[in-house]
T-cell receptor
Framework: QKEVEQNSGPLSVPEGAIASLNCTYSDRGSQSFFWYRQYSGKSPELIMSIYSNGDKEDGRFTAQLNKASQYVSLLIRDSQPSDSATYLCAVITTSGTYKYIFGTGTRLKVLA | NAGVMQNPRHLVRRRGQEARLRCSPM?????VYWYRQLPEEGLKFMVYLQKENIIDESGMPKERFSAEFPKEGPSILRIQQVVRGDSAAYFC??????????????FGPGTRLTVT
């Protein structure tokens, strides 16, 4: 089992819809979770971090964390074509030493 | 407040040559991480450094690859005797604090290495 798993996609949503991106992780002791956006040919850009169970909202983005289910998600409201990118989930695992582990990313396509 | 800087942005090397990639962390950050990304693949952790210290090099190939972060100057990722399979994007990230419960990593623009 991979430490951080994401569906590679592509996930296609129409413009204006809500895009829902999901990530599961294997280390039950993990406490820190991050979402990055990566446009093709560019470097990852930090969008949000979340540390507590529940929802955290920032503009059109909402991160949701459920530690019991080992599940973190990112919702993008009112999706725009400019949101088309690969979204990377990252988790700090605590098995042994603290490590920042990235998922392989979900490619999102927002259709105009 | 300058972000993470990497140079060169593009590097072309012939097989057998050496590649030297540089990374200057964000101001106030003393922790540097190197990642490699092959086309259409995820980020692969290579090495984590603090000033004058390699903390974790578990992701770095044992041969031909080395990294340093001297007391003065940028962090350097060195690849000796490059092969075609080394062609990839190499990203550097920095953080203000190191291994712990919560810290955020910020990425530089990357160096795209092409081996011909």
């Amino acid at each position: 089992q991979k430490e951080v798993e994401q569906n590679s996609g592509p996930l296609s949503v129409p413009e204006g819809a809500i895009a829902s991106l999901n990530c599961t992780y294997s280390d039950r002791g993990s406490q820190s979770f991050f979402w990055y956006r990566q446009y093709s040919g560019k470097s990852p850009e930090l969008i949000m971090s979340i540390y507590s169970n529940g929802d955290k909202e920032d503009g059109r983005f909402t991160a949701q964390l459920n530690k019991a289910s080992q599940y973190v998600s990112l919702l993008i409201r009112d999706s725009q074509p400019s949101d088309s990118a690969t979204y990377l989930c990252a988790v700090i695992t605590t098995s042994g030493t603290y490590k920042y582990i990235f998922g392989t990313g979900t490619r999102l396509k927002v259709l105009a | 407040n300058a972000g993470v800087m990497q140079n060169p942005r593009h590097l072309v090397r012939r097989r057998g040559q050496e590649a030297r990639l540089r990374c200057s962390p964000m101001k106030g950050h003393s922790h540097v991480y190197w990642y490699r990304q092959l086309p259409e693949e995820g980020l692969k952790f290579m090495v984590y450094l603090q000033k004058e210290n390699i903390i974790d090099e578990s992701g770095m190939p044992k041969e031909r690859f080395s990294a340093e972060f001297p007391k003065e100057g940028p962090s350097i990722l060195r690849i000796q005797q490059v092969v075609r399979g080394d062609s990839a994007a190499y990203f550097c990230a920095s953080s203000p604090i190191g291994q712990g419960v919560m810290y955020e990593q910020y990425f530089g623009p990357g160096t795209r290495l092409t081996v011909t």
